[in-house]
Nanobody
Framework: QVQLVESGGGLVQPGASLRLSCAAA????VAWFRQAPGKEREFVTG????????VYSDSVKGRFTISRDSDGNILYLQMNNLKVEDTAIYHC????????????????????WGQGTPVTVST
């Protein structure tokens, strides 16, 4: 059974850090998206699985880091220096393979999605 379960969200002040986790079963967790209230879901970061490098949106580059555990069952998102505009529900996206090198922003190209974990950055 395919599962993607996100955790680690919460309420923090600007400048704080959070680490999100995405536990996967029967799929490869490869990317993080987020959806703020009243806005469309947007790409945050993706992990080129076989090459172990991350691709980032300009809004998070230098502050967020994507990684995975050695077994490939957990995808992490380390978020530093959080800003109010980072407030959103963060979703993990999964592929049925590990060969993705492009098309990161194409929401319809991912095979599986998690329910999301909320992140609120507020004073």
């Amino acid at each position: 059974q395919v599962q993607l379960v996100e955790s680690g969200g919460g309420l923090v002040q600007p400048g704080a850090s959070l680490r999100l986790s995405c536990a996967a079963a029967s799929t490869y967790p490869v990317a993080w998206f987020r959806q703020a209230p009243g806005k469309e879901r947007e790409f945050v970061t993706g992990l080129a699985w076989n090459h172990n490098y991350g691709v980032y949106s300009d809004s998070v580059k230098g502050r967020f880091t994507i990684s995975r555990d050695s077994d490939g069952n957990i995808l992490y998102l380390q978020m530093n220096n959080l800003k109010v505009e980072d407030t959103a529900i963060y979703h993990c996206a999964g592929d049925s393979h590990t060969r993705r090198l492009g098309g990161w922003r194409m929401i319809g190209s991912y095979s599986h999605w998690g329910q999301g974990t909320p992140v609120t950055v507020s004073t």
